[in-house]
């Protein structure tokens, strides 16, 4: 049935992109027809269709809505366009707790709810068997997983708890050995016991809504009411995926990723087609690639037209062989089955050139058009970008115009991101004449979408004098110094933005907390920011690793911790010319830290060995390349301290000469003795007492000595 379900699947899907909207009628409602005289297997085969509808794009949304305005007693489109809705009102919703998340989100949701509830109440009507309509009520007011997770619904947001069973109970008498639904009313374990929140999705695997305090030994008694009246394989699979529960409980609600593995190997023994995706994605989490290779193909063999399958598949790929053109292969299929992300990834593909692909940025920018025209909006960013500020090395694709264009449109699809750029740009007086009015409408609607972007824009703008808000509109700062009320104002908006995980907010913070207003500096807030930026900014963007490690190596500020510290300096090193990375070779010379045989960087205390030598002076080596002078003046020092031969000496001239050419004084010192000896180079009286004058000038003591005793 595999095949036949990805036959069925591509079928469908042309249809959709041909906009043959009698043929979909007629196509599922022969297979409701065939379900209503209960012919075999034809509850499965409804449940399919329905679920092969490519609810995630904008255009088979729009068209779902035109077939059910055509054809109003139609049972799937009511109960397909009921699902379009939902998706796009939880991708509104977000995965912010319900105490962080914006009035605009909750708002969506709960309008997405109240239409799509009334159609799938509407889809009850229009069948004798309505059982998939009873399903889909089911799922709705459970809260679907697929549509986002770690969110928070309050008792507004998901109706009468002591309700939600009905819809299942109806479904239930119509059949009573479906497997889908026995898996669904799995969800009652999230109700009972009450303090139980765990929630299983009706595509192909469990999905971890919220991890428990505790895991009731009730709910394995509950699950195995379940099993009554099924057969082997379907009380296999329902087995399969209560251990797909629990193994997402141990790995993520206990974080003990060993304890979970065995159950879900489990879960794969008793259903391999359940097992397989949850396995690669287990392995693909704990960057095991090979491993998650061959569970992702053995996934697609079931499952070869699960679009999300295809295209963590190609991330995967991507991962195990950056240079290779397999990962474009699965990203394509991906993208030509009808996944937005996908065609987003190919564009990122060609416009920088990865996995053995040619940079071709005409191919980018129509896989971000298409992307953006599905209703993908992070597309959308990106081609705004790209026509406002171009490509490195080619500026001829810049249209400002279009980047604006693109900016509004997305802004009415609810992208805060686009609302920052606008008011910056009512803002920014070099790239247009401002407009406080609109920079104030934009602003207010982003905090509305709950932009992150926003938040962040007014708070650092207030902080630096840039800005002030008077009333309810915004107005030059003026760049005078803002009052404490102001602050404390800025201060919270940036709050506001960092507790939602914008690492800019965060490091703003940080820095503040740190250098800001002395009536602000909080130098234990300084440390926690500071700690809590480079935690998530793995690449070091904002530069916070250095201040971390400062923190935690020191103990001033923050509880001393070693691995921590060892863990700040590893994670900015890689960030070439930072402080990090010329820290890091002084420790490794010092013996303070040393990279064990599995290249962890670790805590010592004893000799560097000349494994640790090799890496600190290839770090120092790399930072000189970029300019830190302070790593040019080390390697000067280490081999002029180390030095057996004339080419030791000479090479630490080098680095004394580039050390001094760029300003440090003691290098400029250093250089003047070098030829005032004749040490490594010839020697010359004229070149040392130029470079001991620059050196005694800049207030350097030996060198003003030295220069002395040459001249008498």
């Given at each position: 049935?595999?095949?036949n379900?990805?036959?069925?699947?591509?079928?469908?899907?042309?249809?959709?992109?041909?906009?043959?909207?009698?043929?979909?009628?007629?196509?599922?409602?022969?297979v409701?027809?065939?379900?209503?005289?209960?012919?075999?297997?034809?509850?499965?085969?409804?449940?399919?269709?329905?679920?092969?509808?490519?609810?995630?794009?904008?255009?088979?949304?729009?068209?779902?809505?035109?077939?059910?305005?055509?054809?109003?007693?139609?049972?799937?489109?009511?109960?397909?366009?009921?699902?379009?809705?939902?998706?796009?009102?939880?991708?509104?919703?977000?995965?912010?707790?319900?105490?962080?998340?914006?009035?605009?989100?909750?708002?969506?949701?709960?309008?997405?709810?109240d239409?799509?509830?009334?159609?799938?109440e509407?889809?009850?009507?229009?069948?004798?068997?309505?059982f998939h309509a009873?399903?889909?009520?089911?799922?709705?007011?459970?809260?679907?997983?697929?549509?986002?997770?770690?969110?928070?619904?309050?008792?507004?947001?998901?109706?009468?708890?002591?309700?939600?069973?009905?819809?299942?109970?109806?479904?239930?008498?119509?059949?009573?050995?479906?497997?889908?639904?026995?898996?669904?009313?799995?969800?009652?374990?999230?109700?009972?016991?009450?303090?139980?929140h765990?929630?299983?999705?009706?595509?192909?695997?469990?999905?971890?809504?919220?991890?428990?305090?505790?895991?009731?030994?009730?709910?394995?008694?509950y699950?195995?009411?379940?099993?009554?009246?099924?057969?082997?394989?379907?009380?296999?699979?329902?087995?399969?995926?209560?251990?797909?529960?629990y193994?997402?409980?141990?790995w993520?609600?206990?974080?003990?990723?060993?304890?979970?593995?065995?159950?879900?190997?489990?879960?794969?023994?008793?259903?391999?087609?359940?097992?397989?995706?949850?396995?690669?994605?287990?392995?693909?989490?704990?960057?095991?690639?090979?491993?998650?290779?061959?569970?992702?193909?053995?996934?697609?063999?079931?499952?070869?037209?699960n679009?999300?399958?295809?295209?963590?598949?190609?991330?995967?790929?991507?991962?195990?062989?950056?240079?290779?053109?397999?990962?474009?292969v699965?990203?394509?299929?991906?993208?030509?089955?009808?996944?937005?992300?996908?065609?987003?990834?190919?564009?990122?593909?060609?416009?920088?050139?990865?996995?053995?692909?040619?940079?071709?940025?005409?191919?980018?920018?129509?896989?971000?058009?298409?992307?953006?025209?599905?209703?993908?909006?992070?597309?959308?960013?990106?081609?705004?970008?790209?026509y406002?500020?171009?490509?490195?090395?080619?500026?001829?694709i810049?249209?400002?115009?279009?980047?604006?264009?693109?900016?509004?449109?997305?802004?009415?699809?609810?992208?805060?991101?686009?609302?920052?750029?606008?008011?910056?740009?009512?803002?920014?007086?070099?790239?247009?004449t401002?407009?406080?009015?609109?920079?104030?409408?934009?602003?207010?609607?982003?905090?509305?979408?709950?932009?992150?972007?926003?938040?962040y824009?007014?708070?650092?703008?207030?902080?630096?004098?840039?800005?002030?808000?008077?009333?309810?509109?915004v107005?030059?700062?003026?760049?005078?110094?803002?009052?404490?009320?102001?602050?404390?104002?800025?201060?919270?908006?940036l709050?506001?933005?960092?507790?939602?995980?914008?690492?800019?907010?965060?490091?703003?913070?940080?820095?503040?907390?740190?250098?800001?207003?002395?009536?602000?500096?909080?130098?234990?807030a300084?440390?926690?920011?500071?700690?809590?930026?480079?935690?998530?900014?793995?690449?070091?963007?904002e530069?916070?690793?250095?201040?971390?490690?400062?923190?935690?190596f020191?103990?001033?500020h923050?509880?001393?911790?070693?691995?921590?510290?060892?863990?700040?300096?590893?994670?900015?090193?890689?960030?070439?010319?930072?402080?990090?990375?010329?820290?890091?070779?002084?420790?490794?010379?010092?013996?303070?830290?040393?990279?064990?045989?599995?290249?962890?960087?670790?805590?010592?205390?004893?000799?560097?060995?000349d494994?640790?030598?090799?890496?600190?002076l290839?770090?120092?080596?790399?930072s000189?390349?970029?300019?830190?002078?302070?790593?040019?003046?080390?390697?000067?020092?280490?081999?002029?301290?180390?030095?057996?031969?004339?080419?030791?000496?000479?090479?630490?001239?080098?680095?004394?000469?580039?050390?001094?050419?760029?300003?440090k004084?003691?290098?400029?010192?250093?250089?003047?003795c070098?030829?005032l000896?004749?040490?490594?180079v010839?020697?010359?009286?004229?070149?040392?007492?130029?470079?001991?004058?620059?050196?005694a000038?800049?207030?350097?003591?030996?060198?003003?000595?030295?220069?002395?005793?040459?001249?008498?």
């Amino acid at each position: 049935m595999q095949n036949n379900g990805l036959k069925n699947y591509l079928f469908l899907l042309e249809l959709v992109r041909e906009e043959d909207i009698d043929t979909l009628e007629y196509l599922y409602r022969g297979v409701q027809e065939r379900y209503e005289q209960q012919q075999e297997n034809t509850p499965g085969d409804l449940e399919k269709y329905l679920r092969y509808y490519p609810i995630k794009l904008k255009s088979a949304w729009q068209l779902a809505a035109q077939w059910q305005a055509r054809y109003p007693q139609s049972y799937a489109a009511h109960i397909i366009l009921a699902d379009c809705i939902l998706s796009d009102a939880y991708t509104k919703r977000g995965t912010q707790p319900v105490a962080s998340a914006s009035v605009y989100s909750l708002r969506s949701l709960k309008d997405g709810m109240d239409h799509a509830g009334a159609l799938l109440e509407t889809a009850v009507t229009l069948s004798r068997r309505p059982f998939h309509a009873w399903l889909y009520l089911g799922y709705m007011n459970a809260v679907d997983p697929r549509y986002g997770t770690a969110k928070e619904f309050t008792l507004d947001e998901t109706g009468d708890l002591h309700q939600l069973p009905y819809w299942y109970k109806k479904a239930l008498q119509l059949e009573p050995a479906s497997i889908t639904l026995r898996i669904a009313m799995l969800d009652a374990l999230r109700k009972t016991p009450p303090e139980i929140h765990q929630v299983i999705a009706k595509d192909d695997e469990p999905v971890f809504h919220r991890p428990p305090e505790v895991w009731s030994d009730s709910m394995q008694a509950y699950a195995y009411l379940l099993y009554s009246g099924l057969p082997a394989n379907a009380r296999n699979e329902v087995r399969a995926v209560y251990r797909g529960h629990y193994a997402f409980y141990c790995w993520l609600g206990k974080n003990a990723p060993a304890e979970a593995l065995p159950h879900m190997e489990t879960m794969y023994r008793l259903a391999p087609h359940r097992g397989a995706p949850a396995l690669a994605r287990f392995y693909a989490c704990r960057k095991e690639w090979g491993k998650a290779l061959l569970y992702f193909k053995e996934a697609l063999s079931y499952h070869p037209e699960n679009v999300v399958l295809l295209y963590d598949y190609a991330g995967c790929l991507s991962q195990v062989d950056p240079d290779s053109h397999q990962a474009v292969v699965y990203y394509r299929r991906a993208a030509r089955y009808g996944h937005p992300a996908a065609m987003m990834r190919l564009g990122d593909i060609y416009r920088k050139g990865l996995n053995a692909q040619s940079i071709h940025l005409l191919k980018a920018l129509n896989y971000y058009q298409v992307a953006l025209q599905e209703g993908y909006i992070p597309a959308g960013e990106r081609l705004a970008q790209l026509y406002w500020r171009g490509e490195e090395g080619n500026t001829g694709i810049i249209n400002r115009v279009k980047a604006i264009h693109i900016l509004e449109k997305i802004v009415q699809q609810g992208s805060g991101w686009a609302c920052a750029r606008l008011a910056e740009l009512e803002l920014e007086k070099r790239s247009r004449t401002h407009d406080y009015s609109a920079a104030t409408h934009y602003v207010n609607l982003g905090m509305h979408y709950g932009s992150t972007h926003c938040y962040y824009l007014v708070g650092k703008r207030i902080y630096e004098g840039r800005l002030l808000w008077r009333g309810v509109h915004v107005v030059p700062g003026n760049f005078f110094k803002p009052n404490k009320e102001d602050r404390k104002m800025a201060l919270e908006y940036l709050m506001k933005s960092a507790s939602l995980g914008y690492l800019k907010a965060m490091a703003c913070l940080a820095r503040y907390f740190d250098k800001g207003y002395e009536e602000d500096r909080d130098p234990y807030a300084a440390a926690e920011w500071y700690c809590k930026t480079a935690d998530q900014d793995l690449q070091d963007e904002e530069g916070c690793c250095f201040p971390a490690f400062k923190a935690v190596f020191y103990g001033d500020h923050k509880a001393r911790n070693l691995k921590s510290a060892a863990r700040y300096l590893h994670q900015g090193a890689t960030v070439a010319g930072s402080e990090c990375q010329n820290r890091l070779a002084f420790e490794l010379l010092k013996g303070t830290f040393a990279y064990d045989s599995k290249g962890q960087l670790q805590p010592q205390l004893g000799i560097a060995n000349d494994h640790n030598i090799r890496i600190a002076l290839g770090l120092y080596e790399r930072s000189a390349a970029v300019g830190h002078v302070e790593s040019m003046y080390c390697l000067a020092e280490f081999y002029e301290r180390n030095a057996v031969s004339k080419a030791d000496h000479l090479k630490a001239f080098r680095y004394f000469l580039q050390a001094a050419e760029a300003g440090k004084t003691v290098a400029q010192k250093e250089v003047g003795c070098y030829y005032l000896n004749g040490l490594a180079v010839e020697k010359n009286e004229t070149y040392a007492m130029f470079w001991l004058s620059m050196a005694a000038d800049s207030g350097e003591v030996t060198a003003r000595e030295l220069l002395d005793r040459v001249k008498k």
